[in-house]
């Protein structure tokens, strides 16, 4: 048992209908609070705003509601931490890139997705772990000052900090170590100016007080990138812990974009939430 209460979170996008996998994390993220006597967050991650849509936010809530799961914070409750969706929590992100913009700790990337795709490639047959190579790092002031006034739109970077072991006890997998040698610098703005994963997930754990990240094993590997911007921006480093994934008749992780049943789909099909709660903790 934890010495203090948890405060987990869930963090889904609203771009398609909830299956399985989702559910159980969200599950073990209410599980986790409860038993510690803590609280879950509901956060909504919808900065992809082509597929974000307002009709499944509804439908998520309806959903998880249905399942039986609470939540003491979020966009329909609200809350001392809102607000509780990444599409209004701009104003949160720029502060965050200011303060590594003014520790020198990221740089304007220009780099195409097919330049980046080409040099992944000649990773992969040179036998190397693909990584960002730095094509943008040292780029001087009045070239990155000439690429802006003629129309370009950079991506930003975080610099990561060579030489160094990022360590971390996961709650599942035990203790954790990655180089950062082996961790490229990466993406915390997109070109189009709307916050990356990395960055936005980051900040949003720490502002709200989680104390407990519950997420999929497929997330362990963002962990070591996350805890170095945390650093840098002294705030908070949440404790860690990652859930094997739910997988198909194929061997690959369930995903709405695959077709997986959603739980509306289970719902209609006659499926009780305590039957559904029963089989996902035996998991």
């Known amino acids: 048992m934890p010495t203090a209460p948890y405060v987990t979170r869930f963090a889904p996008s609203p771009t398609g209908a909830l299956h399985l996998g989702n ?30 849509e307002d009709a499944l936010l ?54 195409s997705p097919e330049e980046l795709k080409l040099s992944r490639k000649a990773q992969l047959a040179a036998g190397r772990p693909p990584r960002y190579a730095g094509t943008c790092a040292t780029l001087p002031a009045a070239e990155v000052a000439r690429r802006v006034e003629a129309g370009a739109k950079p991506a930003l970077r975080f610099r990561v900090p060579p030489g160094r072991v990022i360590e971390f006890d996961d709650l599942i997998h035990g203790p954790q170590r990655f180089a950062s040698d082996d961790i490229g610098d990466f993406v915390i703005r997109r070109a189009d100016g709307s916050v990356a994963f990395f960055l936005g997930n980051a900040v949003d754990d720490a502002e709200m007080g989680i ?18 911007l945390l650093e840098a921006l002294a705030m908070p480093v949440p404790r860690y812990g990652h859930l094997p994934l739910l997988l198909g008749h194929g061997g690959s992780p369930l995903s709405k974009r695959e077709g997986a049943a959603s739980l509306g789909d289970l719902r209609a099909q006659g499926y009780l939430p305590g039957a559904l709660r029963n089989y996902l903790v035996r998991l």
């Open 58 to 111: 509804v439908k998520l809530l309806e959903d998880l509601r249905w399942l039986g799961l609470e939540w003491a914070e979020g966009p329909d409750v609200g809350g001392a931490h809102g607000p509780y969706r990444q599409s209004e929590r701009g104003a949160h992100y720029a502060r965050a890139i200011e303060s590594l913009e003014a520790q020198g700790r990221v740089y304007p990337c220009f780099c």
């Open 211 to 228: 104390t407990l990240v519950l997420r999929g094993d497929d997330h362990l590997a963002n962990t070591p990138r996350q805890i170095m």
């Open 23 to 52: 559910a159980r994390t969200a599950f073990f993220n209410d599980l986790a609070a409860r038993a510690s006597g803590g609280r879950m967050v509901l956060r909504i991650e919808d900065t992809d705003a082509e597929r974000s």
